[in-house]
C-alpha cells in the first residue's frame, strides 16, 4: 500500500481562483507564458507520410497516450530539412490545442533521437530557474489543471485552446526551486510505485483475458465431449474436428449486411450509432452515441438487430468484434462493419463465439490489403470457414461459454476496478502536492 501524507503547510493564502483554491503562503502563482522561454510555438503544418526511422519523429497527437507514452506502432516523421524549424529539446511540453483531446499534454524527457511536432500541438519550453518542467507535467496531470481546462475550452464546432489562452489564463503554482526538487522526487516515488501495482494487476487482467479466449478457441474447435471421434477438417490452421461437424462457408451459414438505411431515410429519424471505435476485442457489449440522420456522418448506414454478430472490416488489427446479444431498436452500425445475421440453422450465440476465435480473426487480418489501413470486403468474409455441429450442440456450446465467460469477466470486472482507483489515487496524489494540499516535506 501506498502511505499517505497528511502533513499540511504552516500558513495558506486564497490562490483567487475559483479551479485552484488555496495554496501556500510563501508560494507564487505564475502564468505559463512567464515561465517559457521563446514563447508559445505551433508545430508543422505537414503531412504524416514520411515514416523514416532515420528522420526526426513527427509527434502528433495520436502518437502519445495518457501516460505520455509513444506509440510505436503510429511512428510518422518529417525529413529534416523540415524538421529543423519545429525539434524539441529535453522538458519540452507539448499542450494540445484543439478537438476533444484539447488539453491533453505530453512531457519530452528521455527519448533517444530527434523529435518534431505537429501544428495541433503547442509546444512550451519552461525556464527551468524558474519552474522545472519535470514539476509543470505533474502539474498537468492534476484536478486543478482538469478543471481549469473545462473552464477555459470553447466549445463551438471542434473545442480549441489557443497558445494565447494557455499563456495568459494557465496560471501555475510556484514552490522555490528546492521545494520543486523535492515535490518532483516525491512524486516520481510514489507514482512509480503506483505504476508497479497497476502494472501488476494490468498483467493479471491480461493473463485472464487470454484464458478466456484460449477456452473459445478449444470449446469453438473441439465441444464439450471430449470423448467424440475427431477427423482432419482439411484447414491447417484448425486441425482436428468432432467427426460429426460439418464445415461452411460464412455465406452459406449467415447473410451478410442483410439491410441499409435509405439514402431517402427522414432527416429527423434518431437513432443508436456504434462506430469501430466503440467496440473492444475481447469485451462484451459496446458503446453507441445518439444521432439524428441528417447530422449523421455517411457511413451510419448499417441496420442491426438482435442475434446479429459485427465483425469490422476497416483497421482489421483492432479485432473489433461484436455481438448484439439484447433486444436493440434503431441500432445502426458504421459501414465498416460487416454485420452478420445467422441463419436458422446456426444458433446466434454460437455464432458470436466462433466468429471471436483466432482462427478466424487471424484470417481476416491475413487477407486484409493496405498498411496504415488494412480493409477486407465482406465477400471475402463470407468466404471464411464455418464449424457447424448439430443445433442443440451449439446451444450447449454457447451456454457452456456464457457461464465460464462471465466468471472470468466477472474477475477481469473487479481486477479492472481496482486498477481504476489506483489511477485516481495516483492523480488525486499529484494533485494535492502540486498544489500545495499537502506537505511533504
Not at 464546432?157 to 526551486?177: M, V
Not at 458503446?287 to 454478430?309: H, N
Not at 450465440?349 to 476465435?357: E, F, P, R
Amino acid at each position: 500500500m501506498i502511505q499517505q501524507v497528511s502533513k499540511r503547510y504552516d500558513a495558506y493564502r486564497d490562490s483567487e481562483i475559483e479551479w485552484l483554491g488555496e495554496i501556500p503562503k510563501h508560494w507564487e502563482l505564475k502564468r505559463l507564458k512567464e515561465v517559457v522561454t521563446g514563447g508559445l510555438s505551433y508545430g508543422a503544418n505537414e503531412s504524416a507520410v514520411d515514416s523514416n526511422p532515420l528522420h526526426p519523429r513527427y509527434i502528433r497527437i495520436t502518437d502519445f497516450s495518457d501516460d505520455e507514452t509513444l506509440r510505436e506502432e503510429t511512428f510518422k516523421s518529417l525529413t529534416p530539412d523540415i524538421a529543423k524549424n519545429y525539434l524539441l529539446k529535453e522538458g519540452d511540453i507539448l499542450l494540445a490545442r484543439s478537438g476533444a483531446t484539447a488539453g491533453k499534454t505530453f512531457h519530452f524527457k528521455n527519448y533517444s533521437g530527434q523529435a518534431c511536432y505537429a501544428g495541433y500541438l503547442i509546444k512550451a519550453r519552461p525556464k527551468q530557474s524558474i519552474l522545472l518542467s519535470d514539476f509543470i507535467s505533474y502539474f498537468t496531470k492534476s484536478h486543478a489543471y482538469n478543471n481549469w481546462r473545462n473552464s477555459v475550452v470553447i466549445k463551438a464546432t471542434i473545442e480549441n485552446i489557443s497558445a494565447e489562452k494557455y499563456g495568459f489564463f494557465l496560471l501555475i503554482p510556484r514552490p522555490s526551486l528546492s521545494e520543486q526538487q523535492a515535490i518532483t522526487a516525491y512524486l516520481d516515488d510514489k507514482t512509480a510505485q503506483i505504476d508497479q501495482q497497476i502494472d501488476l494487476l494490468s498483467q493479471k487482467a491480461k493473463h485472464y483475458s487470454e484464458l478466456k479466449q484460449a477456452l473459445i478457441n478449444e470449446t469453438v474447435t473441439r465441444g464439450l465431449d471430449k470423448t467424440v471421434p475427431m477427423k482432419e477438417s482439411g484447414i491447417e490452421w484448425i486441425g482436428e474436428i468432432p467427426a460429426h461437424w460439418r464445415i461452411e462457408r460464412i455465406k452459406e451459414t449467415s447473410v451478410i449486411n442483410r439491410k441499409s438505411l435509405s439514402e431517402k431515410t427522414p432527416d429527423d429519424y434518431k437513432f443508436e450509432y456504434v462506430d469501430i471505435s466503440g467496440v473492444t476485442f475481447g469485451q462484451r457489449g459496446y458503446l453507441t452515441e445518439s444521432l439524428i440522420f441528417s447530422e449523421a456522418p455517411s457511413r451510419a448506414r448499417r441496420i442491426v438487430k438482435k442475434g446479429d454478430t459485427l465483425i469490422s472490416t476497416v483497421r482489421t488489427y483492432l479485432k473489433a468484434v461484436a455481438n448484439i446479444e439484447s433486444d436493440v431498436k434503431d441500432l445502426i452500425a458504421s459501414t465498416g462493419f460487416a454485420v452478420i445475421t445467422p441463419k436458422n440453422k446456426v444458433y446466434e450465440k454460437y455464432q458470436s463465439y466462433l466468429l471471436t476465435a483466432d482462427f478466424i480473426i487471424d484470417e481476416i487480418c491475413a487477407l486484409s490489403t493496405g498498411v496504415s489501413y488494412p480493409a477486407i470486403n465482406a465477400s471475402t468474409i463470407g468466404n471464411l470457414f464455418f464449424l457447424l455441429p448439430p443445433y442443440t450442440e451449439q446451444k450447449a456450446i454457447a451456454d457452456y461459454l456464457d457461464q465460464k465467460a462471465s466468471q472470468i469477466d466477472a474477475i477481469v470486472e473487479t481486477i479492472n476496478a481496482q486498477i481504476d482507483n489506483l489511477k485516481a489515487l495516483r492523480k488525486t496524489l499529484i494533485n494535492d502536492v502540486v498544489t500545495g494540499k499537502i506537505c511533504i516535506l
